[in-house]
């Protein structure tokens, strides 16, 4: 069975930098294909892709946050760690991990999902 | 960066009825190369998270019902609900992964019982 769980702070300041740890199990990110991503959710509105790393440790991020996100992945530890610096009360959102399943032919779609966490900026 | 745009914002349908939601691409997100439509669909039930229904636009992922059904090509895309139950209920969404990455999502459309 595969599962994903997200972890961090619930609560930001504004200017902080954003740490979240993707705590996954049932595969591995060393097999071929396998990729885990990053999406975030502001309350009642719609997801955003924010980034992804690949089996091979490639890393793709979102075009307009590309300067403020850093993702890395802990094989060992079944562990993928995104960092988002200079937080802003618009970055407000739940923050979901998921599995690529596989990239094969460019196929990236997600699942499973974890369960999200909510991070809240405000000073 | 491609953008999705989805209709209606919202609906409601009864029970048993057919829902039908769309999907449009601002480009093409067939690859020529393999004749596929590189679009996913997902249906997130609130407080989930969302859950995949459909990838390659038409091919359903395992243990989803067969009443949801995906279709269309190139730019204009349908994800239809041939007989809405009540655990249906959700935000519908979306995905476009043409482009690699970035990929893109949908605005959402609810469905709702009338």
């Known amino acids: 069975q595969v599962t994903l769980r997200e972890s961090g702070p619930a609560l930001v300041k504004p200017t902080q930098t954003l740490t979240l740890t993707c705590t996954f199990s049932?595969?591995?990110?060393?097999?071929?294909?396998?990729?885990v991503s990053w999406i975030r959710q502001p309350p009642g509105k719609a997801l955003e892709w924010l980034a992804l790393i690949d089996w091979d440790d490639d890393k793709y991020y979102s075009t307009s946050l590309k300067t403020r996100l850093t993702i890395s992945k802990d094989t060992s530890k079944n562990q993928v760690v995104l960092t988002m610096t200079n937080m802003d009360p618009v970055d407000t959102a739940t923050y979901y991990c998921?599995?690529?399943?596989?990239?094969?032919?460019?196929?990236?779609?997600?699942?499973?999902w974890g369960q999200g966490t909510l991070v809240t900026v405000s000073s | 960066d491609i953008v999705m745009t989805q209709s209606p914002d919202s609906l409601a349908v009864s029970l048993g009825e057919r829902a039908t939601i769309n999907c449009k691409s601002s480009q093409s997100v067939l690859y020529s190369s393999n004749n596929k439509n590189y679009l996913a669909w997902y249906q997130q039930k609130p407080g989930q998270p969302p859950k995949l229904l459909i990838y390659w636009a038409s091919t359903r992922e395992s243990g989803v019902p067969d009443r949801f059904s995906g279709s269309g090509s190139g730019t204009d895309f349908t994800l239809t609900i041939s007989s809405l139950q009540a655990e249906d209920v959700a935000v519908y969404y979306c995905q476009q992964y043409y482009s690699t990455l970035p990929c893109t999502f949908g605005p959402g459309t609810k469905v709702d019982i009338k």
């Open positions: 049932g595969f591995s990110l060393s097999t071929s294909g396998m990729c």
């Open positions: 998921a599995r690529v399943p596989s990239m094969v032919q460019g196929g990236i779609w997600f699942d499973p």
